[in-house]
């Protein structure tokens, strides 16, 4: 993609995310984790700039989303055998619907870092698409709360829990399924919930035990990360992070437009971005770094392919954000860095706090600010700027998993116990 043709791509994504009062989604309407609200708030407190607070019952790491006048979350019990649905006012925090939708009777083993309630729904007009991975995914009616389709026969063993949050395309809901046993991405019918195609992962990992049998390791095949869909010469491309490996699809039809092997690295759970006429990859735990891949390829590809790749402070868990020319990341210990988007030269690395935490979050742009929160409750708000500047950090009792969702000129976070809404 010509540089030209990327950046009126990227604004008009920019343009509409600021027009929609809705954060329907992961990351926010265009999935990248901006909004152009100009009068968030700067700094806040336990005791100052809280329009509301409400508590949230079970343990769930999924962000909100906002539809209209209604906040929707998922939650699940501690044990994973009750999974549950949350929606609250959007002006208010009164509870309009709160109800246990699933009974699953032998939960799968869920790490004690994640949670059985990890995957943030999507929304769209009149409907709300939402996951807990292969136990269920469900299409709910906004206004009466019904259930209009529903899948619990999506197969997959998460190993770890799920993660990947589902996303929409035209008349699709597409989803990532990484697991111990097997490895794909489904687009169901956002009208019925059928299946409309499945492609498998072309790359499988397994190893070989001291008997030079095959055996396979659920962490070398496990992956979190949520899709996400850009447009390259006119056309969508759908990137997608898997175990061992990083791809493109075709969104229509499944189709493996290329892919690029990193066998060091596994568990990716950053959503991937595409800008500048290129895919943007965290490549997860292990050997992990940076992968900046030409998206206009095809085929399995090599070094030669790859417009520059980094390795010190490459976030694990919190995604990138891009900010006209420059990326911007924050690793899992709180390290920020700026780089140029295109040649990959580091702006700059500085450490947002002596003790700044850690990071699962993901950051968000607003009027020229990075907002972050960390797992003990703090929030850093930086200029995304080529000078580094620390402008607030902001602490509440609880920290987040979640990352935040924006509507109008309020924040709305969810801590591990609370949802707030934070506004001047």
């Given at each position: 993609?010509?540089?030209a043709?990327?950046?009126?791509?990227?604004?008009?994504?920019?343009?509409?995310?600021?027009?929609?009062?809705?954060?329907?989604?992961?990351?926010?309407?265009?999935?990248?984790?901006?909004?152009?609200?100009?009068n968030?708030?700067?700094?806040?407190?336990?005791?100052?700039?809280?329009?509301?607070?409400?508590?949230?019952?079970?343990?769930?790491?999924?962000?909100?989303?906002?539809?209209?006048?209604?906040?929707?979350?998922?939650?699940a019990?501690?044990?994973?055998?009750?999974?549950?649905?949350?929606?609250v006012?959007?002006?208010?925090?009164?509870?309009?619907?709160?109800?246990?939708?699933?009974?699953?009777?032998t939960?799968?083993f869920?790490?004690?870092?994640?949670?059985y309630?990890?995957?943030?729904?999507?929304?769209?007009?009149?409907?709300?698409?939402?996951?807990?991975?292969?136990?269920?995914?469900?299409?709910?009616?906004?206004?009466?709360?019904?259930?209009?389709?529903?899948?619990?026969?999506l197969?997959?063993d998460?190993?770890?829990?799920?993660?990947?949050?589902?996303i929409?395309f035209?008349?699709?809901?597409?989803?990532?399924?990484?697991?111990?046993?097997?490895?794909?991405?489904i687009?169901l019918?956002k009208?019925?919930?059928?299946?409309?195609?499945?492609?498998?992962?072309?790359?499988?990992?397994?190893?070989?035990?001291?008997e030079?049998?095959?055996?396979r390791d659920?962490?070398?095949r496990?992956?979190?990360?949520?899709?996400?869909?850009?447009?390259l010469d006119?056309?969508?491309?759908?990137?997608?992070?898997?175990a061992?490996?990083?791809?493109?699809?075709?969104?229509?039809?499944?189709r493996?437009?290329w892919?690029?092997?990193?066998?060091?690295?596994?568990?990716?759970?950053?959503?991937?971005?595409?800008a500048?006429?290129?895919?943007?990859?965290?490549?997860?735990?292990?050997k992990?770094?940076l992968?900046v891949?030409?998206?206009?390829?095809?085929g399995a590809?090599?070094?030669?392919?790859?417009?520059?790749?980094?390795?010190?402070?490459?976030?694990?868990?919190?995604?990138?954000?891009?900010?006209?020319?420059?990326?911007?990341?924050?690793?899992?210990?709180?390290?920020?860095s700026?780089y140029?988007?295109v040649?990959?030269?580091?702006?700059?690395?500085?450490?947002?706090a002596?003790?700044?935490?850690?990071?699962?979050?993901?950051p968000?742009?607003?009027d020229?600010?990075?907002?972050?929160s960390?797992?003990?409750?703090?929030?850093?708000?930086?200029?995304?700027?080529?000078?580094?500047?620390?402008?607030?950090?902001?602490?509440?009792?609880?920290?987040?998993?979640?990352?935040?969702?924006?509507s109008e000129?309020a924040?709305?976070?969810r801590t591990?116990?609370?949802?707030?809404?934070?506004?001047?």
């Open positions: 993609m010509r540089p043709i990327s950046l009126l791509f990227s604004l008009a994504l920019l343009s509409t995310a600021g027009a929609a009062p809705d954060w329907p989604q992961f990351r926010g309407p265009a999935g990248n984790g901006h909004c152009n609200a100009k968030l708030p700067l700094e806040w407190s336990e005791s100052d700039g809280i329009k509301w607070k409400v508590a949230v019952h079970g343990r769930a790491w999924s962000s909100p989303v906002i539809l209209g006048s209604q906040v929707w979350m998922t939650s019990t501690e044990d994973g055998k009750e999974l549950s649905l949350i929606v006012d959007k002006a208010t925090g009164r509870t309009l619907f709160d109800k246990k939708l699933y009974d699953v009777e939960p799968q869920a790490h004690r870092f994640n949670s309630a990890s995957p943030t729904p999507a929304a769209e007009n009149g409907r709300v698409y939402v996951t807990w991975g292969s136990p269920a995914t469900a299409c709910l009616d906004a206004k009466t709360f019904k259930i209009l389709w529903e899948r619990r026969d197969v997959c998460h190993f770890r829990g799920a993660g990947s949050s589902p929409l035209e008349n699709l809901l597409i989803m990532n399924h990484d697991g111990a046993d097997t490895q794909y991405v687009a019918d009208r019925t919930g059928k299946t409309v195609w499945q492609t498998h992962r072309s790359v499988d990992y397994q190893d070989l035990t001291p030079g049998k095959p055996y659920g962490d070398m496990k992956a979190f990360s949520t899709p996400h869909i850009g447009e006119g056309k969508p491309i759908l990137l997608s992070s898997g061992k490996a990083h791809y493109a699809y075709d969104p229509r039809d499944g493996e437009l892919r690029v092997d990193h066998p060091d690295q596994h568990s990716a759970s950053t959503r991937p971005l595409l500048h006429g290129l895919a943007y990859f965290p490549t997860g735990f292990g992990g770094e992968i891949v030409r998206a206009d390829r095809s590809l090599a070094a030669k392919d790859l417009a520059w790749h980094e390795k010190r402070s490459i976030p694990k868990k919190p995604s990138l954000l891009m900010v006209n020319d420059l990326l911007f990341m924050v690793d899992d210990g709180g390290i920020a700026c140029e988007a040649s990959g030269k580091l702006v700059w690395q500085e450490r947002l002596q003790r700044a935490g850690n990071f699962s979050a993901s968000l742009l607003a020229g600010r990075i907002y972050i960390n797992e003990e409750g703090n929030t850093y708000v930086f200029a995304a700027d080529r000078e580094f500047k620390l402008l607030a950090t902001n602490a509440l009792e609880s920290g987040c998993m979640a990352s935040p969702a924006i000129n924040i709305f976070l591990k116990t609370h949802l707030y809404r934070i506004e001047k």
